[in-house]
């Protein structure tokens, strides 16, 4: 038996005979990315004593890590898509264990929302290609009951996170709770490289870079102005980031109705189980 697993799922005649090994893999490393966020306000006491953080920088400690994970899923998904799904899976598990290292030798606030940051910038790979890789591996017949266990893991990682950093903190620092992503992102990686197969998309066009970069300005706009108001009130920064997140999702939309390869075709959001789904999904 083959140590790397380096035979195409798009080349393999019948289903891949390890499909649910891999979706473990594909299980663990989502765990570990939703995890990351719920565990953190467990460890945020400890965190704002040691650091001196103020309220603004505990909420930017929280809140670093969502910017750039919900503003680069799209565009990093699509890059995913065409060039190596694992791949991109792989990378965004060394990034993120590389952000989750960091953090726990940093001790300043600045330091500690840079690696929150940098872990959601990994999770961004991780996340769009996990639920990739799960499609092209599984038949048809099997997706569903895949996607469904893919799914409650999410749901499951987010009340295990306060379990598991509550456990770690009655004998450890506030770093443990950075640490422990770190051999489970080893693992999830040589599960990847073992287990899963290789794919990327049949077409892989030129990707529409620039609808995948205004979807990273409306997107991060979106998330920014919804953690900056609420918390901090509706100056300059929230309404300004308002504004861009309204025109960034006005020329995004223009762009993608006119693009011939657009990196989501927003026609599909007048499809009612389309647009009821990811309905859902953006209210959970």
């Known amino acids: 038996?083959?140590?790397?697993?380096?035979?195409?799922?798009?080349?393999?005649?019948?289903?891949?005979?390890?499909?649910?090994?891999?979706?473990?893999?594909?299980?663990?490393?989502?765990?570990?990315?939703?995890?990351?966020?719920?565990?953190?306000?467990?460890?945020?006491?400890?965190?704002?004593?040691?650091?001196?953080?103020?309220?603004?920088?505990?909420?930017?400690?929280?809140?670093?890590?969502?910017?750039?994970?919900?503003?680069?899923?799209?565009?990093?998904?699509?890059?995913?898509?065409?060039?190596?799904?694992?791949?991109?899976?792989?990378?965004?598990?060394?990034?993120?264990?590389?952000?989750?290292?960091?953090?726990?030798?940093?001790?300043?606030?600045?330091?500690?929302?840079?690696?929150?940051?940098?872990?959601?910038?990994?999770?961004?790979?991780?996340?769009?290609?996990?639920?990739?890789?799960?499609?092209?591996?599984?038949?048809?017949?099997?997706r569903a009951k895949a996607i469904v266990l893919w799914t409650a893991t999410a749901g499951l990682a987010i009340a295990a996170g306060p379990l598991v950093a509550g456990a770690l903190l009655e004998h450890h620092g506030w770093s443990s709770t950075f640490l422990i992503n770190v051999p489970i992102a080893v693992l999830a990686i040589v599960g990847a490289l073992v287990l899963v197969p290789p794919s990327r998309a049949a077409h892989r066009h030129r990707i529409d870079y620039v609808g995948g970069l205004l979807s990273v300005v409306w997107i991060g706009s979106l998330v920014y102005m919804i953690i900056e108001g609420p918390h901090f009130g509706w100056g300059v920064k929230a309404v300004s980031a308002a504004v861009v997140a309204g025109a960034g999702l006005l020329l995004f939309v223009l762009w993608e109705l006119r693009h011939p390869r657009p990196v989501i075709d927003v026609r599909r959001f007048t499809q009612r189980r389309f647009a009821g789904s990811n309905l859902a999904v953006a209210l959970f």
Do not use: H
């Open 1 to 142: 038996m083959r140590l790397v697993m380096n035979e195409p799922v798009e080349r393999m005649d019948r289903p891949y005979a390890r499909r649910w090994w891999a979706l473990l893999v594909l299980c663990l490393s989502l765990l570990i990315i939703v995890m990351a966020n719920t565990a953190l306000t467990v460890a945020a006491p400890d965190m704002t004593q040691d650091l001196g953080l103020s309220s603004a920088d505990l909420q930017w400690v929280i809140d670093g890590y969502t910017v750039p994970y919900a503003a680069l899923m799209l565009l990093l998904g699509a890059i995913g898509d065409k060039y190596s799904r694992r791949g991109a899976l792989v990378l965004g598990l060394v990034v993120f264990g590389g952000g989750a290292v960091a953090g726990s030798l940093v001790d300043s606030s600045t330091g500690v929302i840079a690696a929150r940051a940098v872990m959601g910038v990994g999770a961004a790979l991780i996340m769009p290609a996990t639920l990739s890789l799960l499609a092209a591996t599984f038949p048809r017949a099997e």
